[in-house]
């Protein structure tokens, strides 16, 4: 039996152009490159959110978790440090190089890896995953892996980009693109489900589901540069592209996001707040 705990969507829908990121995406891999410095100097709130998922998973002494999409190890070393025995895995060899060399010896082992093809059985009490599986698109690929890698009664807590997430952004980048003559789906190729997507995926793998919430997560983003820095975090491929041609690009995306994204303090001072959407799932399998 499928129980979803309610209120299970919390979001109104966005009154921006979207793109169907969840069926664009296909089976192609992504085109992402990892700069696990720029990661680490700009985008630590991406696992500064994720407390309460770490709460949410309640990792106990002794257990096994698999660390699904890792990055550069921080939730990974989060958990390690509840007693758990933990394996780190991400498809960036650069984000497990950085991950090794902050954990040391005694910290938890990584390994790279593609979550679309987990080669593990029946080995872990846990997967846990953070801000990740938006970036596998073969999303019933990653969850039959997961249903695999577990042992009969083990969990699997997650969270990632749902529904409409960045929708104003994306809408900023792809106008940017077409006046480029570039095509917006071979750079947007984000997995962004809504819960009866994403629940029927798991569902089909084998799951219990347990929970599966999709909220809004306004996500400060620090700086003047901070859309700037964020884009050239998560789309260093397009960067590449367009070359001489990115700062002007960026202006643009700042441009038609600045009247929804970007906030006004007491002090005059502006900051950026994305409107990043979460999906939250806890599933049990039999
Ligand atoms: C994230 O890592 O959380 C994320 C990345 C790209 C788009 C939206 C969210």
């Known amino acids: 039996m499928i129980a979803i705990e309610a209120p299970y969507c919390t979001v109104a829908a966005p009154s921006v152009t979207l793109l169907t990121m969840s069926t664009v995406n296909e089976l192609e891999p992504s085109r992402q490159k990892w700069d696990p410095n720029l990661y680490g100097a700009r985008a630590s709130f991406v696992h500064r959110m994720a ?5 949410l998973l309640a990792p106990k002494a002794g257990e096994r978790v698999l660390d699904l999409g890792c990055g550069p190890g921080d939730l990974t070393t989060t958990l390690h440090g509840a007693g758990a025995t933990v394996v780190g895995l991400d498809a960036s060899p650069e984000m497990i190089a950085t991950a090794r060399a902050r954990a040391g010896a005694s910290g938890p082992s990584f390994v790279v890896g593609d979550g679309q093809s987990l ?9 846990f995953s953070n801000a990740a599986l938006h970036w596998m698109p073969r999303a019933s690929d990653v969850a039959r892996g997961v249903a695999r890698a577990l042992r009969p009664g083990g969990r699997f807590v997650a969270e990632f980009g749902g529904h409409g997430c960045v929708a104003r ?25 809504n819960v009866a997507e994403y629940v029927a995926v798991l ?17 400060p983003i620090d700086g003047d540069d901070g859309l700037a820095t964020w884009l050239r975090t998560f789309l260093p491929p397009l960067e590449d592209e ?21 906030q006004r303090e007491p002090s005059g001072q502006g900051r950026w707040v994305l409107d990043y959407v979460r999906l939250r799932v806890v599933a049990g399998r039999p």
């Open 51 to 55: 407390g309460d998922l770490v709460e």
């Open 119 to 127: 080669p593990y059985d029946g080995e872990f009490d846990a997967v």
């Open 169 to 193: 952004v994306r809408a900023g980048v792809s106008e940017a693109l077409q006046r480029r003559g570039e095509d917006p789906g071979a750079w947007l190729r984000w997995y962004f489900p």
């Open 203 to 219: 569902a089909a793998a084998g799951f219990d589901v347990r929970l599966a919430h999709l909220f809004d997560r306004p996500t």
């Open 242 to 262: 367009l070359g001489a041609d990115w700062p002007a690009f960026v202006r643009e995306v700042e441009a038609s996001c600045e009247p929804f994204l970007r």
